[in-house]
């Protein structure tokens, strides 16, 4: 009998588990590791900020999606590994043996490199501890984004309409960018929306120190603060870097195209945590993660029965949909935008539909 760990509930080991079929192998035993038995869909975040799904719309019950599919299910963080004995410890103090160990947990936005910012920012990953920050934010006087990304603009857009819809005109969103919101095509028309919205920003300024009552920029700007969130970009787990696995220079675990672990082929890594060597810039986005889910199910089985893997290849362009409040978004592909209320209905029928289907597995 063979152990193959999914440590992680991410978008790619949901895929892995959508593709375990009844008829699959029997000497194969697939275990789930997850800190929360519930897996929040980062891609409704915005659209639960603003009020327009609920908590149960955007998140699927880990617990149950592996008993209907006949895994077993342990609601426990990784800690560590140590690849060269095989075997990972948990957060209940156990120490699990595998044949094979996927790692999809990940990231977070707990960056050290602006002083005061990591004891008093809002955490929202992982994303098991999205939905109870959320409120803090909401009903912040001052709400302090740092950040420039798609992730950064979309939340300031959907606090501020959850705001507007219950009068709240008196509070302030500032968004801080150390470079550009997205690109020269998209930036404008952010920067237009900002400005529609009462949104303050402030781009090519980095955020240096965050004390109790302001954050402090490169610029010697003082912004104040009630809530301040750090969307500025993905952070690697700490356990990686001393996890005896390959990382780059962000801490991130090192992947062939077979997803496989640079220096050892018995673990696998995919998702946000990892960086694929082929493509070392590929953004971390769950648009790439959920396509990795097909070659990362093959691979795994593949590699136990030493049969040939499957390279992942990304595709060129990813498709964003930035939703702007009031059910409106903007559509981003290369060098077309596009805005509008057209825009936010693809994005929502795009999410619900995902969020439908998993659902389905675990009905």
């Not at 908590?55 to 060269?84: N, T």
């Not at 098991?128 to 302090?144: D, G, K, N, Y």
């Not at 691979?299 to 990304?314: C, H, T």
């Not at 596009?338 to 998993?358: H, P």
């Amino acid at each position: 009998m063979y152990t193959v760990l999914l440590a992680g509930g991410g978008h790619t080991h949901l895929e892995v588990i959508k593709s375990l079929s009844a008829e699959r192998d029997p000497f194969i035993r697939w275990v789930l590791l997850s800190p929360d038995r519930y897996h929040y869909y980062s891609g409704m975040f915005s659209g639960y900020a603003e009020g327009l799904y609920s908590l149960d719309e955007i998140r699927v019950d880990l617990k149950q999606l592996c008993l209907d599919k006949k895994i077993d299910f342990m609601e426990v963080a990784v800690e560590s590994i140590k690849p060269d004995q095989k075997k990972v410890v948990v957060s209940s103090g156990q120490i699990l043996f595998y044949d094979r160990l996927s790692i999809d947990v990940g990231s977070h936005t707990a960056p050290d490199f602006i002083e005061g910012l990591q004891e008093r920012q809002v955490h929202i990953k992982p994303a098991h501890l999205f939905p109870e920050r959320m409120e803090v934010c909401q009903l912040a006087r001052e709400l302090v984004i740092i950040g420039g990304g798609a992730a950064a603009c979309e939340m300031a857009f959907s606090f501020h309409a959850w705001k507007e819809k219950r009068g709240r005109k008196y509070d302030v969103i500032t968004v801080i960018s150390s470079g550009p919101f997205i690109n020269e095509q998209a930036d404008p028309v952010i920067e237009s929306l900002f400005r529609q919205k009462g949104i303050q920003f402030y781009k090519n300024d980095r955020a240096i120190k965050v004390d109790d009552r302001y954050v402090y920029t490169e610029n010697d700007r003082d912004i104040p603060y009630h809530e301040v969130m750090f969307l500025g970009g993905a952070q690697a787990p700490k356990w990686l870097e001393k996890s005896g696995l390959s990382t780059d220079e962000k801490g991130f675990v090192l992947v062939d195209a077979t997803l496989q672990t640079v220096d050892h082929s018995d673990v696998f890594a995919a998702g946000d945590c990892a960086a694929l060597a082929t493509h070392p810039h590929l953004p971390k986005s769950g648009v790439y993660a959920v396509r990795q889910g097909k070659v990362l199910a093959h691979n795994l089985v593949a590699s136990l029965k030493r049969e040939k893997l499957n390279d992942y290849i990304p595709q060129k362009r990813g498709l964003i949909l930035l939703a702007t409040g009031n059910k409106e978004a903007l559509a981003l592909y290369g060098k077309v935008v596009r805005f509008g209320k057209l825009a936010w209905l693809w994005k929502d029928w795009i999410d619900v539909r995902y969020m439908r289907k998993l659902k389905k597995l675990s009905d």
